[in-house]
């Protein structure tokens, strides 16, 4: 990857829920993304079956082949999820078993905005850590930020307008998409 080309950032929202500040999170990153990325939402969360190793072969899951290409295509990856019962939810756990199972995280760079509030989802993303680091991710550590963000910093078109959190959600991805860079220049 040349200095000038795109990178392509895949923005994943851990939560099926409709108002969810992890949501709005990916959504304002979407928005803010710094030119030359193209920061695409994957919005297929809920459609991924349950993950079955039986089930991993070819013909796929339409879901499933369809997040494993996005992963293929992806230059980095940002993630943000809620914390479930003390780790992380289903689904997202789900959508995480089914990327681990083809070859598209390994070694692609990955960070996360855990938006919590006092201190919240810590155990959700050690466990995001372990799983990412089993998976072979490179965890860009300048990308993995706590940012509070309080449900009613979030505006009615489900994005972040505090230009204090848009600026530190704008570091993450200054740095994801860096890594980002700095790999597709160095042989792999």
């Given at each position: 990857?040349?200095?000038?080309?795109?990178?392509?950032?895949?923005?994943?929202?851990?939560?099926?829920?409709?108002?969810?500040?992890?949501?709005?999170?990916?959504?304002?990153?979407?928005?803010?993304?710094?030119?030359?990325?193209?920061?695409?939402?994957?919005?297929?969360?809920?459609?991924?079956?349950?993950?079955?190793?039986?089930?991993?072969?070819?013909?796929l899951p339409e879901a499933?082949?369809?997040?494993?290409?996005?992963?293929?295509?992806?230059?980095?990856?940002?993630?943000?999820?809620?914390?479930?019962?003390?780790?992380?939810?289903?689904?997202?756990?789900?959508?995480?078993?089914?990327?681990?199972?083809?070859?598209?995280?390994?070694?692609?760079?990955?960070?996360?905005?855990?938006?919590?509030?006092?201190?919240?989802?810590?155990?959700?993303?050690?466990?995001?850590?372990?799983?990412?680091?089993?998976?072979?991710?490179?965890?860009?550590?300048?990308?993995?930020?706590?940012?509070?963000?309080?449900?009613?910093?979030?505006?009615?078109?489900?994005?972040?307008?505090?230009?204090?959190?848009?600026?530190a959600i704008g570091q993450?991805?200054?740095?994801?998409?860096?890594?980002?860079?700095?790999?597709?220049?160095?042989?792999?």
């Amino acid at each position: 990857m040349s200095e000038k080309a795109l990178v392509r950032l895949v923005l994943i929202g851990g939560s099926l829920r409709s108002q969810s500040v992890n949501k709005a999170v990916i959504a304002t990153a979407r928005e803010i993304a710094p030119a030359g990325v193209q920061a695409i939402i994957y919005q297929r969360l809920g459609e991924l079956p349950h993950f079955n190793p039986d089930d991993d072969h070819d013909p796929l899951p339409e879901a499933v082949a369809d997040l494993r290409e996005q992963f293929e295509d992806a230059d980095a990856v940002l993630f943000s999820t809620p914390e479930y019962a003390g780790s992380l939810p289903g689904a997202f756990k789900n959508l995480l078993d089914w990327a681990v199972g083809g070859s598209g995280l390994y070694r692609l760079p990955a960070g996360w905005i855990n938006p919590s509030t006092l201190g919240g989802a810590q155990d959700t993303y050690h466990a995001l850590r372990i799983v990412l680091g089993r998976a072979g991710v490179d965890i860009v550590e300048s990308a993995c930020r706590d940012i509070p963000v309080s449900r009613d910093a979030v505006g009615a078109d489900g994005l972040i307008e505090s230009p204090l959190i848009r600026a530190a959600i704008g570091q993450a991805l200054d740095a994801l998409s860096g890594a980002a860079r700095k790999r597709g220049e160095s042989p792999l």
